[in-house]
C-alpha cells in the first residue's frame, strides 16, 4: 500500500506516528520506522538536552525518516534551532501556523507537516507553505479541535488540492485507513491506538485504561487553561483543547479549576516531565472505544495495513 505521501516522506506505508508531547516515544517510533511508516517524538516542554539524547537514541535504532513535533503551547525557539540542526526528515507542528518557522525548515530542506482543525487553518498552513496538511477531527486525543474527522478530512482534501492530506482522530485499525484513504487523504495520522503498544514508554495502568475504556470516557478536558501551558503563538479560530480519559484532577478542573493554583501548576509540569503526567492527563482519543490489545507497534502496522487492503480490494468492481 504506497501513495504519493509515501513517496514524498519516504516511507513504505502511509501510516505516521502521532507525537506525544513530553512522552518519551523513541523506541515506538523506531520501531514504527522500521515497520515502514513514520516515526515521530515530541518536544514539548522537555530539556533540550533529554531531547538532543532522544534524537540521537532514535537515529541509533533507526536509519529510516522520521518528525520532530513543536507546539505553539509552548514554543522554544531554542528547541526549534536544535531541531534544524539535527535536520530530521520533516517537522510536525500544531497549536498555531507559524509561516516564518516553515520557511526557516524549508530552507534547510525539512519538510513541514501542519496539523489543521478547520479551514481556516488549513488556508493559512497552504498560503505559508506547509508541504503536508494533517486533518484532524475532534475525535483525536491530545490536543484538537471540534469539528469531526467525517466531515473535516474531506474538506480539507477539496480545499488542500495537489497538497497531500493526512486524516487523524479516531483511526485505531484498517478500517478506519481505508475511510481515511475514501475520504481522499493519502494516509492516516494515528496516536492513541500506538499508546496501547509494547514499546510505548507509558504506565502499565495507562495502557490498560486505554484497553478497558469506552469512548466515552475520553473527554475534553474542561477549563484546561488554568493548568497546561500558555498559548505563545497566534492561533486561528477557535484554539485547541486536549482530550484524555476522565481523573480526579480532571474532575476538579471541571467543577472547581479555581483550586489548581501556581504550586499545584508547577507540580504537573514536574509530574508530566519526569513521566507520569498521564496520572493527571492521561491524552486519549475516542479510538480506545477500538482498542482490545497491547501489541508490538510492527504488528499492529502490518495489521492495519492487512486490513485496509482487505477492505479496499472487496470494494473494488
Known sequence: MRTGVCELLGIEVPIVLAPFGPWDQVELAAAVCEAG?????????LPLAQLEAQWQRLRSLTDAPFAIN?????????????????????ISFHMGVP???????????ILWL????????????LA??????????????????????LVLVPAIVDLAGEVPVLAAG???DGRGLAAALALGAQGAWIGTRFLATTEMAASAGWKDRLVSSHALDAVKVPHSEVAMPPFTLP?????????????????????????VDDAERSRLLELIRSGRGEEALPFAGQSVELIH?????GVLVDRIVAEADRILASLAP
Open 37 to 45: 511508516g513514520l516515526g515521530s517524538v515530541g518536544t514539548a516542554v
Open 70 to 90: 513543536h507546539t505553539g503551547r509552548p514554543f522554544n525557539e531554542e528547541t526549534f534551532a536544535a531541531t534544524l540542526e539535527a535536520a530530521p526528515k520533516a
Open 99 to 109: 509561516a516564518e518557522l516553515i520557511k526557516r525548515a524549508h530552507d534547510r530542506g
Open 114 to 125: 501542519q496539523t489543521v482543525g478547520d479551514l481556516v487553518s488549513a488556508e493559512a498552513a
Open 128 to 149: 505559508a507553505g506547509a508541504d503536508v496538511l494533517v486533518a484532524q477531527g475532534t475525535e483525536a486525543g491530545g490536543n484538537s479541535g471540534w469539528i469531526s474527522t
Open 170 to 172: 479516531g483511526i485505531a
Open 235 to 259: 492561533q486561528l479560530g477557535v484554539p485547541m483543547a486536549p482530550r484524555a480519559l476522565r481523573t480526579d484532577f480532571i474532575d476538579r478542573l471541571e467543577h472547581d479549576p479555581a483550586s
Open 293 to 297: 490489545d497491547i501489541v508490538p507497534a
